[in-house]
């Protein structure tokens, strides 16, 4: 069953699609479908420059996947993505799973998201 979360995001970022996974829990459709993701990752790789940080020279080291404000790293999204290497996490602005290591040319600074800030985020509702 695909659910559509409703959601007001900053800058414009698009809605996810939701999809139960095998265990119960709601997660971003690329998560759940490997197409899907592979043409995400794509799409990324050539409209947004998501590569190896060793490619770019715009980049410095302190601007990887890993601490971008859109890199998703929370509880929930880990058990979507079915990774505990700590090496993926789930970008929210492109729709895919990728690698703290990389880059692109839509970094932004401020994250990753946590799942302590989703709990400090919880208190203002």
Known sequence: MVNIMISILPDGMPVDKMQDDDEGNTCPLPTQDEDLNAENKMIAMDEYGYREPNTSTAFGM????????SY?????????IG???GD???CQLL????????????????GPITSDMQE??????
Do not use: P
Not at 72 to 80: A, G, I, Q, R, Y
Not at 120 to 125: G, P
């Open 83 to 85: 990774d505990t290497s």
């Open 72 to 80: 998703n790293v929370t509880d929930e999204m880990l058990n979507c």
């Open 120 to 125: 400090d985020y919880k208190d203002y509702l």
């Open 88 to 90: 993926f996490g789930y």
């Open 62 to 69: 302190d601007q990887i996947c890993g601490n971008c404000s």
């Open 95 to 110: 729709k895919f799973t990728c690698t703290k290591e990389n880059v692109c040319d839509s970094w932004a600074e401020g």
